[in-house]
C-alpha cells in the first residue's frame, strides 16, 4: 500500500532516510530528531510538498518518496509539473521493485491531477532514463579569477540584501522565471532559506526596485590556510543587463579576499563574458582545448500524458507550419504502456491537436522513445540531432521543419533544487 505519510511515520522516515542518504549526516539520535522536525514543519505547511510512503501488509514503511508540486515556464507559460525527490528504498528491502512502484504511484498521481510533464534529479540517470525519463540541460561549473569579469559597472550600486527584502527577491526572482523557459516559480523552501539567511545576498536596487540579485558564501578552500577563500555564487538573477555588469564590478573588486569564484549555470554562453575563463585545472583537450568547466548532467524530464502535454503547450512561441500538416509520431513507453504505441498529430491553421490511434496501415512520420521525445519537446536536444545519431526514425518531411515547429528556442534554465 502507498499512503501519505502521518507524523507517526516520520521516526521510521528518518531511519530509511538516514541509510540511504548518508551524505544528510542524520545517523544521530540528535540529528534525528532535527529531521523530523523539519519534516513535521513541512507536513504542516501549505507549501507544495508531499510524503508518500510504501508499506507491506503489517504496516511496516519500506520506501518513501517526496512530490513536489511546481508552476515551471514551459517555452514562455507558465503550467502545473510535479518533480519527485527523496525517493529511498529500506535497506534491508533492496531489489524488491519498491522504487519501481513509487515511481509508478507517482506517474498514476500525475494522471489524476492532470499534470503531463514530471521531472526529478536522478541517482543514477541511467536507471530513470529506462523508466522514460530524457535528460534535461546540462550544468557548466565556473571557476573563475573575479579578474575575469566585466569591471565596468557601477560597483558602489550594491547593497548587501537581509531577510527584509524576502518579498523583493521573490519578486525579482519570478520575473527572471516568468522570462526563461525552464525556470520554477520561487518555492516555499527556498523562501525559508532567505528568511533564515541561509546564504548571503547582495542587490542592485534602483528607485526603489531591485533589478539584480546574488547570493553566495564564503568558503574556506580545503587543506589550504585560513585567507585562502572561495566564493560560491548559488544564484544570479537580473533583469537588466545593466544590473548584471554593477554585480559583475562588484564581483571584480574580490581580488584581494577571494582566490576563486564557482559559479554553476545552465547557459554555456556565460563563457563569452568572461576575460580569462581558465579555471585553474591546466587540463587541456587534444588538439589545444583548455579546460574551462565541470559539466554534469542531472535534472531530467518526462512526459507523462503526451496529448495533453501537446494541447497545454500547443508549442507557443515556435514557428507554425505554413498550411495544413498531420503527423504520425510512433511513441515507445515501455514503463508507462498506456502511452506506448501510435498518436495522430494535426496542425489545422490554428491549433495543434493530437490523438491516440490504433495502429493503421501507414508508415510513422517518426519514431521515437519517450525519454527523447521529452528532451526534444523541452529543448534540451534537436530532432535532427538525435536522427544524426541513429536512435530517432523519421519518414519523408524536412527535418528542420519539425525542430522549427516543436522544439523550444532556448533550452531549459532550472535554478531549483528538490
Request: proline share 3%.
Amino acid at each position: 500500500m502507498i499512503r501519505l505519510l502521518q507524523n507517526k511515520d516520520l521516526e521510521a522516515v528518518a531511519d530509511i532516510v538516514a541509510f540511504a542518504y548518508p551524505g544528510m549526516n542524520i545517523q544521530t539520535s540528535e540529528k534525528k530528531l532535527e529531521f523530523i522536525s523539519r519534516l513535521t514543519k513541512e507536513q504542516e505547511e501549505q507549501n507544495g510538498i508531499q510524503y508518500f510512503g510504501y508499506f507491506n501488509e503489517e504496516e511496516e514503511l519500506l520506501g518513501i518518496y517526496r512530490l513536489h508540486d511546481f508552476e515551471c515556464n514551459v517555452n514562455g507559460k507558465f503550467q502545473r509539473i510535479f518533480g519527485i525527490g527523496m525517493v529511498a528504498v529500506h535497506l534491508l528491502h533492496k531489489k524488491e521493485k519498491i522504487a519501481f512502484t513509487l515511481l509508478s504511484h507517482f506517474h498514476q498521481y500525475a494522471s489524476q491531477e492532470n499534470v503531463s510533464l514530471v521531472s526529478l534529479y536522478p541517482f543514477n540517470p541511467s536507471f530513470y532514463r529506462n523508466m522514460g525519463y530524457g535528460y534535461g540541460p546540462m550544468k557548466y561549473e565556473f571557476k573563475i579569477k573575479p579578474n575575469a569579469l566585466v569591471s565596468n559597472g557601477e560597483k558602489g550600486l550594491v547593497k548587501f540584501l537581509s531577510p527584509k527584502d524576502e518579498e523583493a527577491i521573490v519578486s525579482l526572482y519570478n520575473d527572471y522565471a516568468q522570462k526563461n523557459h525552464g525556470m520554477i516559480k520561487r518555492t516555499w523552501t527556498e523562501r525559508q532559506r532567505i528568511k533564515n539567511g541561509v546564504t548571503n545576498y547582495v542587490g542592485v536596487i534602483e528607485n526603489g526596485q531591485l533589478l539584480g540579485a546574488l547570493a553566495f558564501t564564503l568558503e574556506t578552500v580545503k587543506d589550504s590556510h585560513f585567507l585562502h577563500q572561495y566564493m560560491i555564487v548559488h544564484e544570479w538573477i537580473w533583469t537588466d543587463p545593466i544590473a548584471y555588469k554593477q554585480i559583475a564590478a562588484w564581483l571584480y573588486s574580490q581580488q584581494d579576499q577571494v582566490d576563486r569564484i564557482i559559479f554553476r549555470t545552465n547557459d554555456p554562453s556565460f563563457l563569452y563574458t568572461l576575460s580569462n575563463p581558465l579555471n585553474g585545472s591546466n587540463h587541456l583537450i587534444p588538439s589545444v582545448y583548455h579546460e574551462v568547466a565541470t559539466t554534469g548532467a542531472g535534472l531530467m524530464y518526462r512526459i507523462t500524458n503526451v496529448v495533453d502535454f501537446i494541447h497545454e503547450m500547443n508549442f507557443r512561441q515556435l514557428r507554425r507550419p505554413d498550411e495544413y500538416i498531420r503527423l504520425l509520431i510512433e511513441i515507445e513507453d515501455t514503463f508507462l504502456i498506456e502511452q506506448n504505441g501510435l498518436y495522430e498529430v494535426i496542425y489545422n491553421g490554428d491549433f495543434w491537436n493530437a490523438t491516440k490511434i490504433s495502429n493503421i496501415n501507414e508508415e510513422a512520420t517518426i519514431k521515437i522513445g519517450i525519454h527523447d521525445l521529452s528532451s526534444w519537446w523541452m529543448g534540451c536536444i534537436s530532432v535532427e540531432a538525435l536522427h544524426n545519431y541513429g536512435v530517432v526514425s523519421i519518414g519523408d518531411i524536412d527535418i528542420k521543419k519539425l525542430d522549427e515547429w516543436f522544439k523550444p528556442k532556448q533550452s531549459p534554465i532550472c535554478f531549483t533544487s528538490f
